[in-house]
Nanobody
Framework: QVQLVESGGGLVQPGGSLRLSCAAS???????MAWYRQAPGNERELVAH???????NYADFVNGRFTISRDHAENTVYLQMNSLKPEDMGVYYC?????????WGQGTQVTVSS
């Protein structure tokens, strides 16, 4: 069973940047992978996804600020986040875009505050 470990979150000021990483314990080559986020009191929502060929798509609220990428050799998916806003705060998770999902990791906390 593939395990996912997210990292790279932290505290950043509005307008700042973070690069999130999601390391998989096994191959995810053929899977379309996605980043999700969950703010307190809200449901988990899709942020961005990328297929095995590198084609990516983003939620409307991203508005050109984030870039999803992946390294097949390292079984890792990244999310570069720029121009962060307070409304981007939450716990960020990665997982398969489609079912069946992998077990959810612990996520990585993103806090945007001055």
């Amino acid at each position: 069973q593939v395990q996912l470990v997210e990292s790279g979150g932290g505290l950043v000021q509005p307008g700042g940047s973070l690069r999130l990483s999601c390391a998989a314990s096994g191959t995810i080559f053929s899977r379309s992978m996605a980043w999700y986020r969950q703010a307190p009191g809200n449901e988990r929502e899709l942020v961005a996804h990328i297929d095995s060929g590198g084609y990516s798509n983003y939620a409307d609220f991203v508005n050109g600020r984030f870039t999803i990428s992946r390294d097949h050799a390292e079984n890792t998916v990244y999310l570069q986040m720029n121009s962060l806003k307070p409304e981007d705060m939450g716990v960020y998770y990665c997982n398969s875009l489609r079912w069946p999902k992998f077990p959810w990791g612990q996520g990585t906390q993103v806090t945007v505050s001055s």
